[in-house]
């Protein structure tokens, strides 16, 4: 069975304060609007990147990732493609545009 790492976060506060905000946008009260911001934009949930660049996490989470060690930054885009998948299949039915891998 397979087990991932543990890898210590060197700069736990910047590290938090970019998950905060990814937490922040999946919330139950605010999946929604964070969804359909996405799909306004033309953007695919599953890259971080470019997600992140449009400053749909904020700016600050953008500032904050950027300040990160490769390994954090690793970190982060795992937590984010693991908390992207955590959405209520209606709400990936209704967005699926925005969840297509095309």
Do not use: C, H, W
């Amino acid at each position: 069975m397979y087990e991932q790492a543990v890898i210590p976060v060197q700069d736990q506060q910047t590290f938090n304060a970019v998950k905060a905000a990814i937490e922040l946008s999946f919330s139950s009260a605010k999946v929604q609007d964070f969804l359909k911001s996405l799909d306004r934009s033309k953007l695919r949930v599953r890259d971080f990147e470019q997600v992140l660049t449009a400053g749909k996490l904020g700016t600050a989470a953008s500032n904050s990732y950027a300040k990160l060690s490769d390994g954090d930054r690793g970190m982060i885009r795992e937590f984010y493609l693991s908390t992207l998948e955590k959405v209520a299949p209606e709400l990936r039915a209704k967005y699926l545009k925005v969840y297509a891998y095309y």
